[in-house]
């Protein structure tokens, strides 16, 4: 496993967001909290847990290259240790929130697609989508030591754009995911508030080249106010 910086970015700060206001607003009218929207220039920056094949960002958005076999996992089951995939990572400091968007337009096993939280190689949580047993499956992967795995299958959501959240307060981070409804709770998992923690996109494909993830927007803002 290796972390590289992004060459030529800067760490992401106040300053580099774009506040637009019709989307902040409605964000905040939505989830009870504002938030900051990233510019699309600015969704690159950070510090790569692994480098990827490709990275693109255009007028339309962030398009990030896994390299083929690419993953995280610890153990559980399936007895082996996977470090290679890909997360861009930047502070994730307590009493804050990260979402993003991506387009859901990958179809072959174990594609994925989302967020990462990360302290080190034995602790930390992906979220997101990821394609399993011939169906997109939202769900995440926990691991204090060893990995877990929580899914439920999403087949409607094909071809759209999902939108999932973080939200560290606390002892805890909360998960939630939406599509074309209404957020809902993916998972409520413990996080240790004494552990430096990192969060950002995430993408690996572990069974193939050539997976390509169209990320479209990435905001950081205020925590949940509630879990219900």
């Known amino acids: 496993m290796s972390i590289l910086p992004v060459f030529g970015y800067k760490q992401i700060t106040a300053e580099n967001f ?31 847990l692994n480098q990827p094949a490709a990275i693109e960002v255009s007028e339309s958005g962030f398009f990030v290259t896994a390299n083929e076999n690419s993953d995280f996992w610890r153990t559980t089951s399936y007895g082996f240790i996977h470090e290679t995939g890909h997360a861009l990572l930047n502070d994730f400091p307590q009493n804050s929130s990260l979402e993003v968007s991506w387009l859901l337009s990958y179809d072959q096993q174990f594609d994925q697609a989302g967020l990462m939280v990360w302290s080190d190689e034995e602790n930390w949580i992906k979220a997101g989508v990821e394609y399993a047993d011939g169906v997109p499956q939202l769900g995440a992967v926990v691991t204090a030591g060893l990995s877990d795995w929580s899914v439920a299958p999403v087949p409607e959501w094909r071809n759209k754009e999902v ?21 809902q709770l993916v998972r409520l998992v413990p996080l240790d508030p004494n552990k430096f923690w990192r969060a950002g996109i995430h993408l690996a494909s572990p069974t193939r080249a050539g997976l390509t993830i169209h990320f479209t927007s990435l905001s950081r803002g205020e925590p949940d106010s509630t879990l219900h």
Do not use: F, P, Y
């Open 18 to 48: 774009s506040l637009g206001s019709d989307l902040v607003r409605n964000v905040a009218e939505r989830t009870g909290h504002n938030l900051m929207h990233m510019k699309l220039s600015d969704m690159a920056q950070g510090q790569w």
């Open 163 to 183: 939108h999932l959240r973080i939200s560290r307060s606390g002892d805890a981070l909360t998960i939630r995911s939406r599509c074309d409804g209404e957020w």
